[in-house]
């Protein structure tokens, strides 16, 4: 695991469970698992990695959301742990990445084979990026995470309590993905050997809007929720029907199961 963060740590876990030997590389080491030190953007601070491992699940934030820090972390970084994990064969590489790839397709689907025009800096370097893991090994992995919500991820439950929903705004879809699937699903494909592109979505898309709208309603701060995906939106709906066809099962098929566990009392 390079980087081991909130999510990357519930990989670790959710690999641990499926009887892999995890180690970790974070710039301080620590941690539950065996642990290597260095920064991903400084080679020379990194451990030799070649011929120690055989498969890298690369999951890091940016520190700030600004081109060049995605750009060390996600191009220089991937290209330097790469290279210290190589000799002869480079090991297989799994890299977390993010449905920001796509463009807007004004409301329709998408799928992992659709055309990715991204608009914004973070999905175009996160392209650079993904490019750089497939063309580094046949059997690598690239995961297309959606917004991550859950435990400590609640930014929509604090707008419905400020009753902070006004359906009329209810622009684009939103994708998302509850933090402990995203985790389950990665690990999943990454013991069962699975290669090349997925999505990591939830099966069902919902505007913003819509979400805030029931949660308020939950909490009793609004009479009932309103229709926001009935509206014309735009944005994209982002399929998960090749994570489906691999014989995942989401814990949280939509964002009612997975917020009505945490706004429980």
Request: net charge neutral.
């Amino acid at each position: 695991m390079v980087g081991c963060g909130d999510l990357g740590a519930r990989i670790a876990h959710a690999l641990n469970r499926r009887h892999q030997q995890v180690w970790t590389l974070t710039r301080s080491g620590g941690g539950p698992w065996p642990a290597l030190c260095g920064d991903v953007t400084n080679p020379q601070s990194l451990p030799p990695l070649a011929g120690r491992i055989g498969t890298l699940v690369y999951c890091l934030t940016p520190q700030a959301r600004e081109e060049s820090a995605y750009r060390r972390i996600f191009v220089e970084g991937l290209r330097h742990v790469i290279a210290a994990a190589s000799a002869e064969a480079v090991p297989r590489v799994c890299l977390v990445s993010s449905t920001a790839v796509y463009g807007d397709a004004g409301g329709g689907w998408v799928d992992e084979d659709s055309e990715c025009r991204p608009d914004g800096f973070n999905g175009q370097v996160l392209r650079e990026a993904e490019s750089l893991c497939l063309s580094a090994g046949p059997e690598n992995l690239v995961f297309r995470l959606g917004g991550i919500y859950g435990p400590g991820r609640d930014s929509l439950i604090r707008k419905a309590r400020a009753r902070a929903f006004d359906d009329s705004e209810a622009s684009d879809w939103g994708n998302r993905i509850h933090v402990e699937d995203a985790a389950e699903a990665i690990a999943q494909l990454v013991v069962a050997r699975h290669r090349g592109i997925f999505n990591i979505v939830d099966p069902s898309p919902a505007a913003p809007t819509e979400v805030v709208a029931w949660i308020a309603a939950q909490l009793g701060l609004l009479e009932s929720p309103t229709g926001g995906t009935a509206r014309n939106l735009g944005g994209r709906r982002i399929s998960s029907r090749r994570l489906a066809e691999v014989g995942f099962a989401w814990r949280y098929p939509d964002y009612r199961s997975g917020y009505a566990e945490l706004i429980r009392p």
